[in-house]
């Protein structure tokens, strides 16, 4: 063989070795996540900060994937708060989105209406993605309080609180 075919050879083995490996580099995914930990102070302050305000509610804390990490409920919450707030949350985490935002968007939106036919989605306040950085590693889902929006307050309240965690 001469010298240029052998080199060509060479440089179409390197090249295709180098494509594999960054598909592989590709294959496997390093992802934030919402540790119990965490999950369990975010739930504890998001009551705290209700109960401070004189709400009686329940904070369900999900992680990256809208599975359930922590939940906490205040004594006198109702019992609907439970699946209303875990509902939050899940649709806060899946969609990356303040459930406020989204419902105001569905009330503007015909096409975002839609979302109200997505299993485990509940378009009312109080769902609030949980980030560090630009990842949402999962979303605190409030129930309980007299207005969606008050409910988000009190999930901002925490996240605020647990913000020296979320670097």
Same mark, same amino acid.
């Given at each position: =063989?001469?010298?240029?075919?052998?080199?060509?050879?060479?440089?179409?083995? @390197?090249? +295709?070795?180098? *494509?594999?490996?960054?598909? !592989?580099? !590709?294959?496997?995914q390093? /992802?934030?996540?919402m540790?119990? /930990?965490?999950?369990? !102070? @975010?739930?504890? *302050?998001?009551?705290?900060?209700c @109960? %401070? #305000?004189?709400?009686?509610?329940?904070? +369900?804390?999900?992680?990256?994937?809208? !599975?359930?990490?922590?939940? &906490?409920?205040?004594d006198?919450?109702?019992? &609907?708060?439970?699946? +209303?707030?875990?509902?939050?949350?899940?649709?806060?985490a #899946?969609?990356?989105?303040?459930?406020? +935002? =989204? =419902?105001? *968007?569905?009330?503007?939106? $015909?096409?975002?209406?839609?979302?109200? &036919?997505?299993?485990?989605? @509940?378009?009312?306040?109080g769902?609030?993605?949980?980030?560090?950085?630009?990842?949402?590693?999962? %979303?605190?889902?409030?129930?309980?309080? $007299?207005?969606? &929006?008050?409910? /988000?307050?009190? *999930?901002?309240?925490?996240? /605020?609180?647990?913000?020296?965690?979320?670097?």
């Amino acid at each position: =063989m001469n010298t240029p075919r052998i080199a060509a050879i060479a440089l179409a083995t @390197l090249t +295709a070795i180098a *494509a594999f490996g960054a598909a !592989q580099a !590709q294959a496997v995914q390093t /992802e934030r996540n919402m540790s119990l /930990e965490l999950a369990s !102070q @975010l739930a504890a *302050a998001t009551v705290a900060s209700c @109960l %401070a #305000s004189g709400y009686n509610v329940t904070a +369900a804390v999900v992680d990256r994937s809208g !599975q359930l990490r922590a939940l &906490h409920r205040a004594d006198n919450a109702g019992p &609907h708060t439970i699946s +209303a707030s875990q509902a939050k949350a899940f649709t806060s985490a #899946s969609a990356k989105n303040t459930t406020l +935002a =989204m =419902m105001q *968007a569905a009330q503007k939106n $015909p096409a975002a209406a839609n979302l109200v &036919h997505i299993d485990g989605f @509940l378009l009312l306040g109080g769902g609030v993605p949980v980030k560090v950085g630009n990842d949402v590693i999962g %979303a605190i889902g409030v129930g309980g309080a $007299p207005g969606g &929006h008050l409910d /988000e307050q009190c *999930a901002v309240a925490a996240i /605020e609180k647990a913000k020296d965690l979320l670097k």
